[in-house]
């Protein structure tokens, strides 16, 4: 008979025989078989045992209580944790906190600690959290994280100086940097903004922060809108001397800052981030980066006072430039911009013509569709000017491209007619999103989100899970909107999709291609949860 075996039937043979003196549904029954239970080992199965087979309640605390202050042995302190964690009663924080060892060495000691620790979070007291603050600077890794995590779920106050430090440590892994700054945004103290606002832009063994630091900032809310402003003005003096002397370009600051700004709906930006429409850089790359993060900021931030601004810099003929201007265009609104639009769909090459030209239809209604078709008639000879002077790919048959552009033009008539149709009419807009095309649902998304109706949020929450990046974003956005004009709108979220939400996220964690949206998503769950 192998030794695990043999030690499994010793201990099924004492709880036979104190089985037939008394009720294994009593503290007493499982007191005296540990007692009786010599090995380690056996000692953990039997514990393993009683929980698995036993409802532990408060009647077991003083009993386990002691058991734990009595006992030498990690794997069986740790088992034992396990159990008095299962009640999750307030007075077992002291006989948990008392049992830690701040200076465990071998695995199973520092398994122990973790696990008294696990407790801890699970009674969610905080009288633990003297004891577990100490932790943050342990060697114990195990304990380490799982303390990090615990502080950050209680909230700790006490916390945030020794965080603010781990956050910081460029002597420890980037996994525990990592945790900590979630810690930091988790527990929501103003404290942590200058140190977060720095590790936004902060890299280490080839490990970015940018996203646990930007969504730690989001939790902060107020406080860390607070001290981004000066940030992206540029006028936070201590920030600038940081960044110059561990080498970070002081343009990454106004840049970053627009987008957790625009994030938080922060009403202050729009001053400032109008004015980084014009930001000037010797780095025609850094210029274009910081000014398309304002175009974003703003269009998420719904300022109208962005449109004229916006309008002249459509013309800009670089795809991904013009993409970011036209983007926040469409979400503004509006038929303002609608020349620039007009102008810039005749400006650059076909990809350059084809965002314009999207953009149009995403603001336009049955008026421009003589120009839609003038558009498309052009198309042809555009593409062959194009070819002579590029030879792009397609190109060997440039009449074909020209006819498969053009009716990629017309194409968009669809959604000039539905903004004839649907114009001001929320209701309609939510019936044009069954079996639409993705630029019709995104379109739809956006009407909706800007008629500030709560009473269409249901419709726009039950699309959320669109794989469609864009149009995911798109309902995001609106129903985003509808969160800021509508106070019913929160709650008919939270009665509706708020736990498919979470499900959602958790499914799709890991997923790459839904990864950057899904940060959009996390905010948006955050808003519902604490409106």
């Known amino acids: 008979m192998s030794r695990p075996i043999a030690a499994w039937c010793v201990a099924a043979a004492i709880l036979c025989l104190t089985g037939c003196k008394s009720d294994p549904n009593t503290p007493e029954y499982w007191e005296g078989t540990l007692q009786q239970t010599r090995r380690a080992e056996d000692r953990v199965r039997l514990i393993e045992a009683m929980r698995s087979k036993t409802k532990v309640t408060e009647t077991f605390l003083p009993m386990l209580h002691e058991a734990l202050s009595q006992e030498r042995k990690p794997e069986v302190k740790a088992a034992l944790a396990r159990a008095i964690g299962d009640v999750h009663h307030a007075s077992s924080v002291e006989p ?113 922060f940018y996203v646990e630091s930007s969504f730690a900032l989001y939790q902060l809310g107020q406080p860390a809108a607070d001290a981004l402003l000066p940030a992206l003005e540029g006028r936070d003096s201590e920030l600038l001397a940081w960044a110059k002397t561990n080498g970070v370009n002081p343009a990454s600051y106004p840049m970053k800052a627009a987008t957790v700004l625009g994030d938080l709906r922060e009403k202050r930006a729009v001053e400032p981030l109008l004015k980084l429409l014009t930001f000037s850089h010797s780095d025609v790359q850094i210029q274009s980066l910081v000014r398309m993060q304002a175009a974003d900021a703003l269009g998420r931030l719904r300022a109208p006072e962005a449109v004229k601004p916006l309008s002249t810099l459509v013309l800009e003929t670089d795809p991904t430039v013009r993409d970011a201007y036209v983007r926040a265009l469409v979400r503004l609104g509006g038929r303002d911009a609608m020349p620039a639009l007009e102008k810039a769909a005749g400006t650059g090459d076909w990809y350059s013509r084809e965002i314009a030209v999207k953009g149009l239809a995403m603001l336009g209604d049955a008026r421009e569709l003589p120009l839609l078709q003038k558009i498309a008639a052009a198309e042809p000879a555009r593409t062959a000017a194009d070819c002579k002077a590029t030879g792009e790919e397609g190109c060997d048959d440039a009449a074909a491209l020209g006819k498969k552009r053009a009716d990629i033009v017309t194409g968009h008539a669809a959604l000039l007619e539905a903004g004839q149709a649907c114009s001001g009419n929320a209701g309609c807009w939510v019936q044009r999103m069954d079996k639409a095309s993705k630029p019709m649902l995104e379109r739809a998304a956006l009407e909706v989100g800007r008629t500030g109706s709560g009473d269409h949020v249901p419709a726009l929450a039950a699309k959320l899970g669109e794989r469609d990046t864009e149009v995911r974003l798109a309902f995001i956005l609106a129903t985003g909107w509808l969160l800021d004009g509508s106070k019913d709108a929160a709650k008919k979220v939270r009665d509706t999709t708020l736990p498919d939400l979470r499900k959602q996220l958790q499914e799709e964690q890991g997923v790459t291609q839904l990864a950057s949206v899904n940060e959009d998503l996390r905010r948006l769950l955050m808003r519902i949860e604490r409106t």
């Not at 940097?177 to 140190?195: S, W």
């Open 96 to 208: 948990l906190s008392a049992a830690i060892d701040p200076a465990a060495g071998d695995m199973s000691a520092q398994l122990a600690n973790k696990a008294m620790v696990t407790a801890l979070g699970a009674i969610g007291d905080v009288r633990a959290v003297p004891a577990l603050v100490p932790l943050l600077r342990a060697k114990d890794t195990y304990a380490r994280i799982e303390a990090i995590q615990v502080l950050g779920t209680m909230k700790a106050k006490e916390a945030v100086e020794p965080l603010i430090v781990l956050a910081t440590d460029e002597g420890v892994e980037p996994f525990l940097n990592k945790k900590a700054i979630e810690a930091l945004g988790h527990i929501g103290d103003g404290r942590a903004a200058p140190a977060l606002i720095r590790m936004l832009t902060k890299e280490r063994k080839g490990k970015s």
